[in-house]
């Protein structure tokens, strides 16, 4: 399909993505939690009528706003790199892929930006009502456009509804609610919301910790705390919940990834989970060196994880990569083979077609057909390529676990010495507060290397790779953009932080 | 009930409900014509306080229209976005580059402690009204003028120019479409404002700003009109698909389809008499009718270049890489599922325009800006 496949402009515009995408996620997890706890506040103002809850709300209103500029400004490159940089894959798959997006802008976005000028500026153009109307519309146009965007996310990770035509060599939909439905992308989507209610309460306890280290605005912080660490302890035990179904789904649909989440080489029945370990970096596939340095197994405990059973066979890479006859695994050599079948038979039925030799045309599709799930295995140039880069995503994924169920043990502690007027005294885990929220955001980035690094090679699993997903760029093209935005979006984060943290220091109105 | 809808039908119904999007999309530009009037007109600290603070409420559904009209493009007319995003990158590239500085600019500009200072965030407004808007005008003139790719037999893109995009801004009409949408959502800026403010002195400005921008607009509009029905279009055959060119084939379109000209007519007249109403009557309500009027020239411009058997993103390198609706749209079963979502439009329409009329019923004052320490 492509002769000359430049892998140093794919690199470059993975990295675009990534840096893209990075950077749009210290935000938009911020204004999904924050919206909804603008919308809490505000809520309990308008019941109670307490002008205190106003100003309350109108401050956390204030670190929104400043935070959800700039989550709007790295959040639009992302809409049209998929052009710019992934232009292959929009066409292969923009019959499918464009529609959430598509969706997400309609339903999502005009709510939040129609609402979010009312919630700013309508305090005294609209009725108390109304504006509480407002407020909650914002919130709910915030995780809207979540839902649309991670159906997306969820499909590229586990394509389903779609059928491929080799007359237009692209993807196109058979069944939208297949998409909408899949069980990937749902847990997906309540694991990321969830994670993202988390992050919003560590930004308030953050920022009230730092209050109460200050000793200001002392009772405006704890109704704050309260209000966050009962959000927070909800979403962060939901967070532990969904996390466990979303590995589950992974470890059906992503074997390759669930291994690699477990530095898991050859598999095993029943599969122990490693808790700690130190990796052996110079482990490759189909080597017999050991995994492991060091490790912390508990029995069976992956295999519960991944298939509900305590003795079953979970796959390692190895497993993955040259098969195993005895548990049934197609290896990815065999699929590289068979996908291989697939492309030549594409590149015949089109060749057949434009000479217009019905019968070779025919004959061509067959092949294509028969071989047509493993597609993407045809442009692998070897078998090992299909493995992900194993110890970034053993650790980042040890380290969003590890971190998640800190902050389920941080709001018990919180909630306990809030509930007993002690919290003040405790300027150590005030202090373990406020750099909580940096904790929260290194857990989310480790959550998306898993998800994304963890899926390499593949743009669509099992069928697009990004190699073949790539614009027809070269990479110093990419490289001057990649620095482009580097170099903006610094100077953006180093002004919304330094804006944020003056907005704080100057607190709540009239407080 | 969508689903009985012959493909063709879906398809046009689809090229409308894009680029309605889209020429949403031009009249909200007032936002970044405003953005430009706030360097070019000498206002007073006071009246740029009133003007960004009027603006700073609406950029976001600017910005949404910007973003939703990629999204459509996208999931109706795949082939396109790959091919024009991934294609004419670079002029892609820093149109997005010019809207991800305004998208902070409004909030930032007058926050103490803003590491770039007032000057640059108000230079990144006058950016993103003049560059961005420049570059999406020669963007969408490429629709008549063409562009430099082929596309192989899988449909993937191959650009053949070195600028990938950016050459578009070196044709004269190109350049033209581009200067006129400048000066239109200048002139559309200062009609939207003097509706919206309640400030004497400034409304009277803005009143001969709208009046003198639409003068400077109209050159080029005339150029481009001139242009359109004498230029050679590229004509699709509609037995095979075909790309031909065909000498006068806009003003042939015209001509085939009355209903676009009258549009297109209608259109002008709207958006003149809306200038015309503010500068010479003590009248401010001028948007409510150039606005519209911008609309339907948009509409009429866009139907001109992808109804009536024409190419809407032509290839002038390899006539039959050129896209046409039929060409460049999804399949059949995602335009329907479309369709039913965008029964969803009237609802959108209809919350805009409650909160527009909540927000807008009182004119914005220097007084209630004072009075509100969170303003911009």
């Given at each position: 399909m492509i002769e000359q496949i430049d892998l140093t402009m794919v690199s470059w515009a993975r990295a675009t993505f990534a840096l893209t995408a990075m950077y749009h996620w210290i935000f938009v997890p911020l204004t999904l939690g924050l919206s909804f706890i603008c919308a809490f506040f505000e809520s309990i103002y308008v019941k109670t009528g307490d002008e205190s809850w106003k100003k309350l709300t109108r401050f956390w209103m204030t670190l929104f706003g400043i935070n959800f500029a700039i989550g709007v400004a790295t959040g639009i490159i992302l809409e049209f790199e998929f052009g710019t940089n992934w232009s292959n894959y929009s066409w292969m798959v923009g019959d499918i892929f464009g529609v959430p997006l598509a969706i997400e802008g309609l339903l999502a976005f005009f709510l939040e930006a129609t609402f979010f000028a009312v919630m700013f500026f309508g305090w005294n153009r609209v009725s108390k009502k109304a504006h509480l109307f407002s407020t909650w519309m914002v919130a709910i146009g915030s995780n809207l456009s979540a839902v649309w965007i991670l159906v997306a996310n969820g499909w590229m990770q586990n394509p389903v509804g779609m059928k491929f035509n080799p007359d237009l060599a692209r993807f196109e939909m058979v069944d939208f609610w297949a998409i909408l439905s899949s069980p990937v992308a749902i847990s997906h989507f309540v694991h990321v919301t969830s994670a993202a209610f988390l992050y919003a309460s560590l930004f308030v306890v953050a920022v009230s910790s730092w209050f109460l280290l200050k000793k200001r605005h002392l009772k405006f912080a704890k109704r704050s705390l309260t209000v966050a660490c009962t959000f927070g302890l909800f979403a962060s035990l939901f967070v532990a919940f969904t996390g466990d179904e979303h590995a589950y789904h992974t470890a059906n649909v992503q074997p390759m990834k669930l291994a690699a989440m477990e530095g898991l080489y050859d598999g095993e029945a029943p599969a122990g989970l490693v808790a700690a370990g130190l990796l052996n970096f110079s482990k490759q596939p189909g080597d017999d060196q050991d995994s492991f340095i060091f490790e912390v197994k508990i029995p069976m405990v992956l295999s519960l994880l991944a298939n509900r059973d305590i003795n079953s066979f979970v796959p390692g890479i190895n497993d993955l990569v040259y098969g195993n006859t005895a548990e049934n695994i197609m290896g990815v050599e065999e699929k590289m083979v068979r996908g291989k079948l697939a492309v030549t038979g594409l590149g015949n039925y089109k060749a057949a077609k434009k000479s217009g030799d019905q019968l070779a045309a025919g004959k061509a599709l067959t092949l294509f057909e028969e071989n047509s799930d493993y597609l993407g295995y045809?442009?692998?140039?070897?078998?090992?390529?299909?493995?992900?880069?194993v110890p970034l995503i053993f650790y980042s994924f040890r380290v969003m676990v590890g971190l998640g169920t800190f902050f389920i043990l941080l709001f018990l502690v919180y909630l306990y010495l809030l509930y007993k007027d002690q919290l003040e005294k405790q300027a150590l885990l005030l202090k373990l507060g406020v750099s909580s929220f940096l904790l929260g955001l290194v857990a989310h980035e480790a959550g998306w290397i898993v998800t994304e690094v963890g899926r390499q090679p593949w743009a669509i699993q099992d069928l697009l790779p990004v190699t073949i997903a790539r614009s027809n760029l070269d990479a110093g093209t990419v490289q001057v953009t990649f620095f482009m935005f580097l170099l903006l979006f610094t100077a953006l984060l180093i002004a919304e932080l330094k804006i944020m943290a003056k907005q704080i220091s100057i607190g709540p109105e009239g407080d | 009930m969508f689903g009985s809808l012959d493909y063709s039908t879906l398809q046009q119904l689809w090229w409308f409900i894009t680029t309605l999007v889209g020429s949403l999309f031009v009249f909200m530009t007032f936002v970044q014509g405003g953005q430009t009037l706030l360097s070019t007109?000498?206002?007073t600290e006071d009246e740029k306080v009133l003007v960004t603070n009027s603006l700073g409420r609406k950029w976001e559904l600017t910005f949404t229209c910007l973003v939703m009209f990629g999204g459509a493009l996208f999931a109706a007319f795949p082939l396109f976005y790959a091919t024009s995003f991934g294609g004419a990158y670079w002029v892609w590239i820093l149109i997005l580059f010019t809207f991800i500085i305004q998208a902070v600019s409004y909030e930032y500009r007058r926050k103490p402690d803003n590491f770039l200072g007032k000057g640059v965030y108000d230079a990144f407004l006058f950016i993103n009204g003049s560059v961005g808007i420049l570059l999406i005008g020669a963007a969408v003139g490429t629709f008549f003028t063409g562009s430099n790719f082929i596309l192989n037999d899988y449909n993937l893109v191959f650009w053949q120019h070195p600028l990938r995009g950016l050459?578009?801004?070196?044709s004269f009409f190109n350049l033209s479409f581009g200067l006129f949408l400048v000066f239109l959502a200048r002139t559309l800026g200062a009609l939207y404002l003097a509706n919206n403010l309640g400030h004497e002195t400034l409304v009277a400005k803005l009143k001969n700003s709208s009046f003198n921008n639409l003068l400077c607009a109209l050159p080029f509009l005339l150029f481009i009109l001139l242009r359109l029905v004498m230029m050679d279009g590229y004509a699709?055959?509609?037995?095979?698909g075909t790309v031909v060119m065909e000498a006068n084939k806009y003003l042939h379109n015209l001509l085939q389809m009355p209903l676009n000209l009258i549009l297109l007519l209608v259109g002008l007249v709207l958006v003149v008499l809306g200038v015309v109403l503010n500068r010479f009557t003590a009248a401010v309500c001028g948007i409510w009718l150039s606005g519209p009027g911008t609309v339907f020239t948009c509409l009429a411009i866009f139907f001109l270049a992808g109804?009536?058997?024409?190419?809407?993103?032509?290839?002038?390198?390899?006539?039959?890489?050129s896209l046409t609706i039929y060409s460049a749209s999804s399949s059949h079963y995602t335009l329907v599922i479309m369709t039913y979502v965008a029964l969803l439009v009237p609802v959108v329409l209809g919350y805009v325009s409650w909160a527009w009329r909540q927000m807008d019923s009182k004119k914005l004052t220097l007084e209630e800006l004072n009075a509100d320490k969170k303003s911009y």
């Open positions: 045809g442009y692998l140039d070897y078998a090992e390529q299909a493995v992900p880069y | 007109l000498s206002l050459e578009a801004a070196f699709v055959n509609p037995a095979d109804y009536n058997n024409t190419a809407f993103y032509p290839s002038k390198i390899d006539l039959n890489s």
